[in-house]
């Protein structure tokens, strides 16, 4: 898992802060092998909550320290899928709370692009996948499929649906 900060600077819309990296994929089962497990008297349950549970404390620790006590919210890529992996990963662990690092709000740039396709500012593609609508829009996709570089085109995608949708900080469709 990667993430970012992005706020509004003076300069507009802004990675900002140093990024987070989580080594753990937060899903139901996760993909180890059976073997390597065994050969280590590993229990699967046993390894899976330890390393979740470290990477979930390593995210609010990020949280905290990059983002501190004001109201966040999640935004990425067809986030209203994936921040369920979060959110259930965070239930499996009740001494650690969600809410500590985002709200329940989340917003979602793959539904930005959808409106934008509506109002006539994003054209038709083949999919809705992120690569292809960063192309439509003139976004370099160098790089695409490393979870880094993924989250930096989505950001560099939302700035620009932003901008079209006629968002400002003063007013238009997210003002």
Known sequence: MDARVVEWTANGWELVGKPFHGEVAFMPDCQVDARALQVNRIDRATWKGEKEILALREFLRWAREEMGDTYNMGMGFNVSFDIDFLKAAFARHPSL???????????????????????????????????????????????AHDSAVDVRLTFDLFKVLYDALGGTPQGGLFG
Not at 109 to 114: F, I
Not at 119 to 137: I, S
């Open 97 to 143: 709370k969600y809410t500590d690092a985002l709200s329940y709000r989340g917003l979602d740039v793959m539904q930005m692009a959808l409106w934008g396709r509506v109002l006539g500012v994003v054209p038709e593609t083949k999919n809705m996948k992120l690569t292809t609508l960063c192309e439509a829009m003139k976004i370099d996709t160098s790089g």
